[in-house]
């Protein structure tokens, strides 16, 4: 048994597109992925909209509407509501409102390592598929077009 006070673990130290405490390591969970999410006003859970094909995810909301992009339509989620996409179903949650927003994200698998994003594509000069690949040796992320194969993002960790 392991309990935490989300107020007492440390900041995140990494640059992302929202205030994310990760609780499933000081929980020490073996195959559920937890993250305790702040989105102030135009933050976003995620860096773009994207699928895991290795992965659920559910997303509660304890405080604010968060608005999800899906592949279909745009869903409103407010507090004490929750939505689950399946493997494969493309999304990104964003706090579009002028009030703070307070989630859990919830994913099982705990880890995840087949993601795809979904948007413009420089060469396709559209919206394509794009595979997100992790270099461990080069700690190096690569993002790829699946219709055209270029380069679309390489980001250094
Ligand atoms: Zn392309």
């Given at each position: 048994m392991r309990k935490v006070t989300i107020q007492d673990l440390d900041p995140?130290?990494?640059?992302?597109?929202?205030?994310?405490?990760?609780?499933?390591?000081?929980?020490?969970?073996?195959?559920?992925?937890?993250?305790?999410?702040?989105?102030d006003p135009g933050d976003q859970f995620g860096y773009e909209f994207h699928r895991h094909l290795d992965q659920e995810e559910v997303f509660y909301i304890q405080q604010g509407t968060a608005t999800?992009?899906?592949?279909?339509?745009?869903?409103?989620?407010?507090?004490?509501?929750a939505i689950r996409f399946s493997p494969g179903e493309f999304?990104?949650?964003?706090?579009?409102?002028?009030?703070?927003?307070?989630?859990l994200a919830l994913g099982a698998p705990k880890g995840t390592e087949?993601?795809?994003?979904?948007?413009?594509?420089?060469?396709?000069?559209t919206r394509t598929i794009q595979p997100v690949t992790f270099d461990s040796e080069e700690r190096i992320v690569r993002i790829s077009c699946a219709e055209c194969d270029s380069?679309?993002?390489e980001i250094a960790l």
């Open positions: 995140p130290s990494t640059t992302s597109p929202a205030y994310v405490l990760p609780l499933g390591d000081p929980l020490g969970t073996t195959h559920l992925s937890i993250n305790y999410f702040e989105l999800f992009e899906t592949s279909d339509d745009e869903i409103e989620v407010s507090a004490g509501e999304q990104l949650g964003r706090n579009l409102g002028a009030s703070k927003v307070i989630a087949e993601i795809e994003y979904y948007r413009q594509c420089p060469a396709c000069e380069l679309v993002e």
